[in-house]
């Protein structure tokens, strides 16, 4: 029989919030011979000050367990800029070599954009999550005197950079459009822009089928928002892929509803889905938080570990739900949750 | 009697051709005793292509001399990526001390937007032009091997990063909304973050005046297009600031509107200003290009020179102009120059 043994990291905020709903969504989904066991995980700001802890070798060893981590979102006013950042977040997304970040945006009927017209909005990027300016090297001499330098190192490694770009392609080519960007700042950041685009074009040979296109980031921005259409995936380094992603929300109806994919395609470690936006500690607690975006992240997940028919039924939950929305009071957290359970049970 | 002694350069593409409208409508404005000279220099695509080279020592030393330098666009597909950006346009940019990348986005009247609705959007980017991922430190091993690592430092210095934060600060402080946002990643590049961060920090207490808020650079792309009306003045680093300026102009009428100022505050060296387009090698040599931000780009020009009361001449013929447009045919190159160069003058 089959099962799946998730580990939950709530959060903080309203990570809390919106984990629960997309563990009601989950259960109400899974067929009744799929056995879920779950384990809650009290990472975030108030572990951090108790224990000082962010995360442990020890806590690594138990998440490796799991097949699968669903995360709320992590982060609070109270913790300094970059502890949890880089002592959490990014430190799994590295210990468990999650090098594909998958972010998919797609503008449901009945949503709203910040955009004029009616654009047409499918596309999803492809984020390098272990290289690039995330690696934490670099450093600080003289600090806190007017002769301080403070440096960051964007490492890129040929390795690094062919997995995620054949990865691209892989998604490109199983997509109707066949289309595959890559994203960069070639003309300037050159010895990272060569490696990435050499790379690039050496892949690409390999899939004839899919027609691909350069762009620089600054000029991709342009395009976010004057031709979203253009896009069918995009593949980026780690910084660009973090701001093309928080851009490529906004314009497919925001945060609220952008979920994303930590994977490591080889399965040697779990992979790690949550929600594209964060700890929104201004509205926590409150149940104003909308959980769809938690919720397309257990789809997510459930189609990373096999159960297609399952997350194709919670996105076309969320579709169905998104397009009733209009007009209609605004609900609670769990209002919205309880509505997409029952849809997907139906 | 006055005089400019004006550098101009204009370059590949349509740079030809904008810089001659620019040119057209800064002698229509001049008063008759300010004598107007120009040289024009031939950098960019020809030139490297026929001598290999992009800008010489001798290059600089003539430059030096002139009170500023008038850029249209540089840049060709014949030209591998890179060569020209590093090779002309940084080189330049650094060896001035161009310091201040000053980039205004102001939605006019009558001016297209991606953006639904009716947005206010009225701000200024101060973006960091020496220092950041855009020094060209870094480097390559193993090139072409599936073992190549390539790096790319971002160099950060308190001595850059407090001048340009004190000019920012300086020109919120001139505006009537008095607010300033720091862009930057200080929750994931900690140590530049950190020295970005305890500067703006620390030069705010001076100006009690200013509204801050910091944000991270994926939450303001967001904020881009969800509230543009949210910003006054923006400071941030090189990177970051090219791509939140080709998101701003984007969002504020397009790149046919968008004007900058490579500036070196001291007067040290020339400052150089340009329009944000690139040299758009599709449409050029016929007449298609819109003149309007290399106009605007000479209004940024005559402002640093001291030329209030024409800059701002220019600022309205360009507001009139664009008022008047919606409806109408379009119109050519040396058409908009023209109507330009007849409302300044009259
Ligand atoms: C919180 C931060 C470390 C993270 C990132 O920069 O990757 C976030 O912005 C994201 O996009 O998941
Ligand atoms: C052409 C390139 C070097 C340049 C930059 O990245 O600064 C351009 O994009 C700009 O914004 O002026």
Chains 1, 2 share one sequence.
Request: charged share 25%; aromatic share 6%; glycine share 10%.
């Amino acid at each position: 029989s089959r099962s799946i043994n998730l580990a939950v990291i709530p959060g903080d905020g309203i990570g809390q919030e919106v984990v629960a709903e997309g563990l009601k969504v989950l259960s109400a989904v899974l067929p009744q011979d799929v056995k879920l066991e779950t384990k809650e995980y009290d990472f975030g700001a108030k572990r951090y000050h108790a224990t000082g802890e962010t995360l442990t070798d020890a806590d690594l060893d138990a998440l490796k367990k799991h097949d699968a981590i669903l995360l709320g979102a992590i982060g609070d006013p109270s913790v300094p800029s970059g502890v949890l950042e880089r002592g959490f977040l990014l430190k799994l997304r590295f210990a468990f070599d999650h090098h594909v970040n998958l972010r998919p945006s797609k503008l449901l009927p009945g949503v709203a954009t910040p955009l004029a017209g009616e654009p047409q909005i499918d596309f999803v990027v492809v984020r390098e999550g272990t290289e690039g300016p995330y690696t934490g090297n670099g450093g600080t001499i003289r600090k806190g005197t007017e002769h301080e330098v403070a440096t960051e190192v964007s490492v890129n490694t040929a390795f690094g950079v062919e997995r995620v770009v054949r990865d691209a392609f892989a998604r490109a080519q199983a997509r109707p459009r066949k289309k595959l960007a890559l994203i960069h700042k070639n003309n300037v950041l050159t010895f990272a822009g060569h490696l990435w685009t050499n790379i690039f074009n050496k892949v690409a040979e390999e899939f004839p089928e899919v027609t691909t296109e350069y762009m620089h980031v600054d000029a991709a921005t342009i395009y976010l928002v004057t031709q979203p259409e253009r896009f069918d995936v995009i593949v980026t380094d780690n910084l660009f892929g973090d701001i093309v992603t928080d851009l490529a929300a906004a314009v497919a109806g925001g945060i609220g509803v952008a979920a994303s994919g930590n994977i490591n395609p080889s399965g040697e470690f779990p992979s790690m889905f949550e929600p594209v936006h964060g700890s929104a500690p201004d509205i926590a607690g409150q149940g104003k938080a909308d959980p769809t975006a938690t919720v397309l992240s257990v789809a997510l997940l459930l189609r990373h570990l096999g159960y297609e028919a399952e997350a194709a039924r919670i996105d076309e939950a969320v579709a169905a739900d998104l397009s009733e929305r209009t007009g209609k009071p605004a609900r609670s957290t769990s209002e919205i949750g309880d509505a997409l359970a029952v849809r997907v049970a139906g």
